[in-house]
């Protein structure tokens, strides 16, 4: 099975600085047959369901600011905030889809304002 | 606009039995595969099923195999889940998922509903 592993567990940034979330997996999520990584993150904020914002480790869902950047390949894969707002604080998730169709998501990156 | 709306959560004693539901809309429900995902309280998010598009195959994580059975009705645009055997562990906030891929075995999570909360204690 795969592990996803995030780091760190939470920060604390000041409004309009960068925020930068890592994400490991134990196995490459790298498929050479389409050149893709099979990486996607997700926010949740409080009391709500998560919420799509990049797939394949780099393409931002329609709707989602472009201040949220993913990147990375193999095993090894970063969500930044370049200019961090108020309404970003909330926990942020990877997840693997190598293995579908079983899921795996990482432990969780809590955001939050310094 | 993809709506899903989960049902049939609430208090129920180890051992017992829950079916929760799903029901969907703003898309051709029999064109995506769909999952469950839970949550416990302040914990991370859990994989906990999948059902392809047409219902004619079925994933599940360890933990819940053999107790836990997924299913798809597309003439009613509905998921399910039925849970058995239910342990204490088994509480969580339960999201129905909608997967990105046409027909596909499973990708990213491109739509989620609000969650039903299952608790399982004496």
């Known amino acids: 099975d795969i592990v996803m592993t995030q780091s760190p567990d939470s920060l604390a940034v000041s409004l309009g600085e960068r925020a930068t979330i890592n994400c490991k997996s134990s196995?490459?999520?790298?498929?050479?047959?389409?050149?893709?990584?099979?990486l996607a993150w997700y926010q949740q904020k409080p009391g709500q369901p998560p919420k799509l914002l990049i797939y394949?480790?780099?393409t931002r869902e329609s709707g989602v600011p472009d201040r949220f950047s993913g990147s990375g390949s193999g095993t090894d894969f970063t969500l930044t905030i370049s200019s961090l707002q108020a309404e970003d604080v909330a926990v942020y998730y990877c997840?693997?889809?190598?293995?579908?169709?079983?899921?795996?998501f990482g432990g969780g990156t809590k955001v939050e304002i310094k | 606009q993809v709506h899903l709306v989960e049902s049939g959560g609430g208090v129920v004693q180890p051992g017992g039995s829950l079916r929760l539901s799903c029901a969907a809309s703003?898309?051709?429900?029999?064109?995506?595969?769909l999952h469950w995902v839970r949550q416990a309280p302040g914990k991370g998010l859990e994989w906990v099923a999948f059902?392809?598009?047409?219902?004619?195959?079925?994933y599940y994580v360890g933990a819940v195999k053999g107790r836990f059975t997924i299913s798809r009705d597309n003439s009613k645009n509905t998921l399910f889940l039925q849970m058995n055997s239910l342990r204490p562990e088994d509480s969580a906030i339960y999201y129905c998922?909608?997967?990105?891929?046409?027909?596909?075995?499973?990708?990213?999570?491109?739509?989620w509903g609000q969650g039903t909360l299952v608790t399982v204690s004496s």
């Open positions: 059902v392809r598009h047409d219902g004619s195959d079925n």
């Open positions: 998922a909608k997967d990105a891929d046409y027909k596909g075995a499973g990708s990213w999570l491109a739509s």
């Open positions: 394949w480790a780099s």
């Open positions: 703003g898309f051709t429900f029999a064109d995506y595969g």
């Open positions: 997840q693997e889809y190598y293995s579908t169709p079983a899921l795996t």
């Open positions: 196995q490459s999520l790298f498929y050479s047959a389409n050149n893709k990584n099979y």
